[in-house]
């Protein structure tokens, strides 16, 4: 009998594993595929936090873009700013508003003088940040909503830059100088909302020549206007959304300085 089981002790060690060798790799490969399964995730996360990121910064880049290449032109005393009255029902401004006069004619792309050799205003450039219609459509589902302690709207990521080219009134004849624009004192009826990303019913209000989006899910915008040097500030921000969205997809704490929101500070001289 004990010969017997001598030799069945050779034989699984010659033919096999053991029970306990058997037990010991399990373990091991069960180890192993729980780290793999955990670097997996670490690195799915780190790749949604890297490409969000990206994403916020390319939206911020593109308003900057814009607004370096429109505000240079501008001049203080032919530019106001305003607010964008609220679309929450937090009440907060949506944003601010910011138009110019323009001495290019939105039709040619020329830019025109008087006989003095100063501007002979065309139109006006109009930029404002605002919630669009079916915004809860755009974010999946219901929003936070808030405002700071300046009355700005600071929850809703999804808010839009619009650019519009207004030629209020008549046009402007490069042969009649009394027919220059005039900037406009009371801009609200153009701060309209666009359906979705839809800017094409603007198309239909007074002497509106286009109308497109900037930049799309933004945070905030605000502009401040310094008279020494002449320029115009701009902080636009934006935030991370599908890194936001792994922690919690609506907020009810401010995001303007949250770990997610990035922030673009855009510095434009103005001319005198």
Not at 197 to 223: H, K
Request: charged content about 20%; proline content about 5%.
């Amino acid at each position: 009998m004990s010969c017997q089981r001598r030799t069945l002790s050779r034989r699984t060690r010659e033919g096999g594993l053991t029970v306990i060798e058997i037990l010991i790799a399990a373990g091991l490969f069960a180890l192993l595929s729980a780290a793999l399964a955990m670097a997996l995730k670490q690195s799915s996360s780190m790749w949604i936090s890297n490409s969000s990121q990206l994403e916020a910064a390319e939206r911020l880049r593109k308003a900057s873009v814009q607004l370096e290449r429109d505000f240079p032109m501008a001049r203080l005393q032919n530019s106001r700013t305003s607010v964008v009255p609220a679309s929450l029902s937090s009440g907060g401004y949506d944003g601010d508003a910011v138009w110019f006069l323009s001495h290019i004619n939105p039709n040619d792309g020329k830019a025109y003088l008087l006989s003095d050799g100063t501007p002979f205003w065309q139109c006006q450039v109009l930029y404002y940040c605002v919630v669009p219609n079916q915004v809860e459509s755009l974010a999946g589902g219901s929003l936070g909503e808030g405002k700071n302690s300046d009355g700005y709207e600071d929850r809703c990521p999804y808010k839009v830059l619009i650019r519009k080219v207004i030629d209020a009134g008549a046009a402007a004849n490069p042969t009649e100088e009394s027919t220059q624009e005039t900037l406009l004192t009371n801009i609200d009826p153009y701060l309209s909302r666009p359906n979705g990303y839809d800017t094409s019913a603007m198309l239909s209000e007074p002497g509106v020549v286009s109308a497109n989006i900037v930049a799309s899910q933004l945070l905030f915008f605000r502009v401040r206007q310094e008279a020494s040097p002449p320029r115009h500030q701009f902080d636009i921000r934006a935030v991370s959304l599908a890194a936001r969205q792994k922690v919690a997809r609506t907020s009810s704490e401010s995001l303007l300085e949250s770990p997610y929101t990035l922030q673009s500070l855009v510095d434009v001289k103005a001319r005198n």
